[in-house]
């Protein structure tokens, strides 16, 4: 738990971190002096920074915590894949061994590419 912390991604997480609140301070800062000279809208952006400076470390907790997907899990997903293609491949060969079609369904099949293939009456002037 504690190396975690202390891992060189971490440690340039943390600078980054450091780098982002010093910026948004002194953006703040800057805003609050604007703001007090006269310009309203700079009200605002003395609020927005330090609310940017909280989605930064929002996103360095986010990042240090994020767990890599373990091996036993990756093979997991693979074999669960490798499963849902099978089934599925399962499922074309039933289909494609079955006899007929619905001859209601094959009407309809044959009406949907019939007007796909007739060109579109233009509107609206074209």
Known sequence: MRRKYFTLRAIGLHFALIFWIVLCAL???WQ???AVQGNSLSFLYAIEWP???VLGIVGWYSMLNMEKVGEHK???RREYEEKMRADAQAERERAAASEGEDPSLAAYNDHLAQLSHTPKKRLWGH
């Open 27 to 29: 953006a703040a800062w």
């Open 32 to 34: 609050v002096g604007r």
């Open 51 to 53: 609310l940017i400076g």
């Open 74 to 76: 990756e093979k997991a």
